[in-house]
């Protein structure tokens, strides 16, 4: 019994002038239907390559002439997308499985009216006639909370503002109904007002289509909002996952506690100062030995013989459900989140 | 394109810092009155102009010696031509700026050159605002070349303990800016925006580029260099946190007017303006546990309105959940509440009631 998405082992890497780029590197994980997964992670930390991985596009090798090799296993409802040839793959997409992609402007086709783009994506999975799709469009908008759904199903993109976009680019990928809807950094281009707006309106959605989402973000707080489930990514891996409630009350990775730290936060008193993650990350070509993490952790000389330096921490199950991939023991891992990190936030 | 006239004569004296700090003690560094920027729209044949993109309409602010003054807003409010103007890279269309007391707002290209030691700015996106053709010592180095400064030591001994300053190694003095990160590049900018000792440094969105964890690097190293230089800043910023996190004293913008302005800890603690509310209760708290508990969120409807044709009365009434009658037809002024809290609404949020997000953690 597999779960709804299930991601066992996958791995993209980029063959490049410069050396093989490791972007995602052995990245495991489940999600079922009716349930949000948050991907947090800085940029060039692999989450928007396990997206688009998820959706077999990279397979078309638009990478000039050089394919992505691409290794694992991607399980959706029970068929595996990857040993799955390019027309299956493509009659899920959209259908199965659709994205909402950050920037609404450039993912909308500037020449063609937004009815006309949500009709298309309709009718290329249903056998129906142009006007039910034109309806069924109206319908879409209006679901998104466009106002006057008939008239702007006319409009351009152009006509409209980013948060209409991404309205309208949210009714799009909603149109066909689909089983896994993947957003990434859905919110990022917009303004926090308009933020507020369609992080309900996709909370909504799911409510009511019942559909596994993953969010892909860099803004803890938009993953505390939406997720259920949370998996940190750094350097193409996972370095913690869990319940949302855990990976922000017990986090147990060293690279969670930064980002933790880095933030400033409205709900709570003002800090003195910011406790930063030193240092920049990681190159994808020539990763750090050991935990790619180590130059940057302030605790790698915490476990012993110089453990850290030399061997890949695994993910190990550190409580129900919460993963974390560090060499530190639990009782270390907890006194210093309790003792050093949780006091300074 | 007009060439800047050659004005030797405007900038005789090599010496930094032309006026006596002393005599400007109790006064605003900057203080800006009745400033406003319109960007014509030009149409047809003849370009006639058929319209105007109301960009920034009557800001009256000060800033004071040391201090930080925030400015928060949402995309298209006028922050960033509010910044422009007062570096004055761009004409105002009326209004004063003045820096230290003299009127700075129509000073020309060779009269404004030497006070561009005194007002520097830092750039949001680092990988446009630096030259790639040049090397980090060029780029760092020039201001000391267009000002005909020549630093104790030398420029480039200059440069590299700028480099220092900001957290770069020296060596880095001959590389170019694709060799760094983000956040590297970042640290750059604001090198060469200190390279002259500026007294008031304009930074608009510094850290909105960068990944979070280099974004906390950024902030401490700006609060740092405050404190070691005696800086003054202006901070623009979309992000509320950021903006609390770094400044003393924050203004609000909407649609090209300050809509509050107070200090910190005040306009957090308890908002007065209803687009200051509703601006802090849809910032996402990073907490899984307050998700279900947020009865106060206040979810604003719409849109921006478009600033050719800003709304009567006060521009925030379309979306405001408060507006009445009046809010349509009369523009309320920024009108001073209390000590230090100027607010613009004709019906002011309960100052004792304390705003959603900010309950104590």
Redesign the interface.
């Known amino acids: 019994m597999t779960a709804f998405l299930d991601v066992r082992d996958l791995k993209v890497h980029f063959p490049t002038d410069d050396g093989l780029v490791k972007s995602v590197d052995g990245l495991s994980f489940q999600l079922e239907k009716g349930r949000t997964l948050g991907i947090v992670g ?2 060039g930390s692999g989450k928007s390559v396990t997206s688009l991985a998820v959706m077999g596009l990279h397979t078309a090798g638009q990478y000039g002439r050089r394919k992505a090799r691409i290794s694992g296993e991607i399980w959706l409802d029970g068929t595996e997308l990857l040993a799955a040839g390019p027309d299956h793959v493509r009659g899920l997409r959209g259908r199965e499985m659709a994205m909402i992609f950050q920037d609404p402007l450039s993912a909308l086709h500037p020449y063609y009216t937004i009815g006309k783009q949500i009709v298309e994506a309709y009718r290329i999975h249903h056998d129906v006639g142009a006007k039910s799709a034109r309806r069924r469009a109206v319908e879409m908008l209006d679901r998104v909370g466009i ?1 006057q759904p008939d008239k702007r199903v006319d409009s351009y993109p152009h006509e409209f ?4 976009r991404q309205r309208a680019m949210i009714a799009m990928s909603l149109v066909n109904n689909p089983e896994l809807l993947i957003a990434d950094e859905p919110t990022t281009a917009l ?7 369609i ?2 309106l996709i909370r909504d959605l799911q409510r009511e289509f019942g559909s596994a989402v993953v969010i892909i973000t ?8 939406l ?1 259920d489930d949370i998996l940190v990514m750094y350097g193409g891996r996972c370095v913690e996952r869990g319940p ?2 855990r990976v ?2 017990e986090p147990r990775h060293p690279y969670t506690w ?14 003195e ?6 240092g ?2 990681p190159s994808l070509i020539n990763r750090p030995s050991g935990c790619a993490f180590h130059p940057r952790c302030p605790y790698a000389d915490v476990p012993k013989d110089d453990v850290t330096r030399t061997v890949r921490p695994e993910l190990t199950e550190v409580g129900g459900r919460h993963w974390a991939a560090c060499h530190m023991s639990a009782e270390q891992q907890k006194r210093i989140w309790a003792e050093e990190i949780a006091p300074k936030l | 394109m007009t060439i800047p006239e050659r004005s030797d004569s405007a900038a005789p004296a090599p010496v930094p810092a032309t006026v006596p700090a002393e005599k400007h003690d109790s006064e605003a560094l900057l203080k800006v009155t009745g400033l406003r920027k319109h960007f014509p729209i030009k149409k047809g044949l003849f370009q006639r102009q058929a319209g105007a993109v109301r960009a920034v309409d009557e800001l009256d602010f000060e800033v004071r010696p040391g201090e930080t003054l925030g400015v928060v807003g949402e995309s298209g409010c006028g922050k960033s031509t509010m910044g422009r103007l007062i570096t004055r890279l761009l004409e105002p269309t009326a209004g004063t700026v003045e820096f230290e007391g003299r009127d700075i707002t129509h000073l020309g290209v060779g009269a404004m050159r030497p006070l561009r030691r005194d007002i520097q700015m830092i750039f949001q996106d680092p990988y446009s605002s630096l030259n790639p053709r040049h090397t980090i010592g060029t780029i760092v180095g020039a201001p000391f070349g267009l000002q005909r400064v020549s630093p104790p030591g030398g420029v480039k001994k200059e440069v590299q303990r700028l480099l220092s300053v900001v957290g770069l190694n020296p060596e880095h003095y001959n590389r170019y800016p694709h060799e760094f990160s983000g956040g590297q590049r970042q640290r750059v900018g604001i090198a060469r925006a200190l390279a002259l000792r500026p007294k008031l440094v304009v930074a608009d969105e510094p850290v909105s580029a960068l990944d979070v964890s280099i974004q906390a690097q950024v902030v401490n190293l700006l609060d740092d260099l405050q404190q070691d230089l005696g800086l003054t800043y202006v901070i623009i910023a979309h992000d509320l946190s950021v903006v609390r996190h770094v400044s003393d004293r924050i203004a609000v913008m909407y649609l090209g007017k300050i809509v509050e302005l107070a200090d910190r800890d005040s306009l957090y603690r308890a908002p007065l303006h209803p687009y200051t509310k509703a601006l802090m209760s849809a910032v996402p708290i990073p907490d899984p546990r307050r998700k279900n508990a947020r009865g106060g969120r206040v979810l604003l409807n719409g849109d921006v309105p478009s600033p050719i044709s800003p709304p009567s009365g006060c521009r925030f009434h379309t979306r405001c959940w408060k507006a009445t009658e009046i809010c349509g037809t009369t523009e309320p002024p920024l009108s001073e509440v209390r000590a230090g809290r100027q607010v613009a609404c004709h019906h002011t949020e309960n100052p004792e009631a304390p705003a959603p997000p900010v309950q104590r953690g």
Not at chain 1, 191 to 197: I, L
């Open positions: 800085e940029s106002p503002s980013g948060g209409m303004d926090v007002t308009v933020q507020a707006q992080l309900d860099h803004d803890l707080g938009v993953v505390a909002e997720a949302a409630d922000f009350h930064g980002l933790l730290g880095s933030m400033p936060r409205l709900d709570r008193d003002q800090q100062r910011l406790v930063p993650v030193k920049s990350p």
